[in-house]
T-cell receptor, first 110, second 111 residues
Framework: DAGVTQSPTHLIKTRGQQVTLRCSPK?????VSWYQQALGQGPQFIFQ???????QRGNFPDRFSGHQFPNYSSELNVNALLLGDSALYLC?????????FGPGTRLLVL | QKEVEQNSGPLSVPEGAIASLNCTYS??????FFWYRQYSGKSPELIMF????GDKEDGRFTAQLNKASQYVSLLIRDSQPSDSATYLC???????????FGKGTSLLVTP
């Protein structure tokens, strides 16, 4: 039984560029949440997708957008990258309340 | 601001001892509580969840919840060096779907 998968594992971008991160949920899970974790901090909630709709959004600017596909996989898009967007981006899948995290994508913005 | 507070540590305990990790939260609307373990450079791994007041045990781990005092704790019995990691407390509100995390407590188990 495959767990949550994310791609790519690492990414280097320059300021102003755009990035797309991908997530496939655990088998049987229909909900995907995205979190940003800066060094030394706890994960911060970006948004959650359920039934291909954004169900809840955290305190992140509109530069952060997402999508969920009919197979429940999801993408996180970040436009106009800033140095401060450098972080570990975590995807979590769930079917009820309990969220299981993928391995994350480490993004470095130069 | 809905806050989740944890002591950053490091908390150092000898091998075989009990490690006690604490977490307080500010929003009385919180209904679900989770503990995650995160090794350096890795993603958070779910250890336990608890919804009701009292204790919940799973192997060497016990989660304790006191909603009146707004705290949740994690006890690790017979601590092992492999338990050395950052432990994240996460809280979910009754009205939402997001996990609100504390900054984590760093635990070091010394042989």
């Amino acid at each position: 039984d495959a767990g949550v998968t994310q791609s790519p594992t690492h990414l280097i971008k320059t300021r102003g560029q755009q990035v797309t991160l991908r997530c496939s949920p655990k088998s049987g899970h229909d909900t995907v949440s995205w979190y940003q974790q800066a060094l030394g901090q706890g994960p911060q909630f970006i948004f959650q997708y359920y039934e291909e709709e954004e169900r809840q959004r955290g305190n992140f600017p509109d530069r952060f957008s997402g999508h969920q596909f009919p197979n429940y996989s999801s993408e996180l898009n970040v436009n106009a990258l800033l140095l401060g967007d450098s972080a570990l981006y975590l995807c979590a899948s769930s079917i009820q309340e309990t969220q299981y995290f993928g391995p994350g994508t480490r993004l470095l913005v130069l | 601001q809905k806050e989740v507070e944890q002591n950053s540590g490091p908390l150092s305990v000898p091998e075989g001892a009990i490690a006690s990790l604490n977490c307080t939260y500010s929003d009385r609307g919180s209904q679900s509580f989770f503990w995650y373990r995160q090794y350096s450079g890795k993603s958070p791994e779910l250890i336990m969840f608890i919804y009701s007041n009292g204790d919940k045990e799973d192997g060497r781990f016990t989660a304790q919840l006191n909603k009146a005092s707004q705290y949740v704790s994690l006890l690790i019995r017979d601590s092992q060096p492999s338990d050395s990691a950052t432990y994240l407390c996460a809280v979910m509100l009754n009205s939402g779907y997001a996990l609100n995390f504390g900054k984590g407590t760093s635990l070091l188990v010394t042989p």
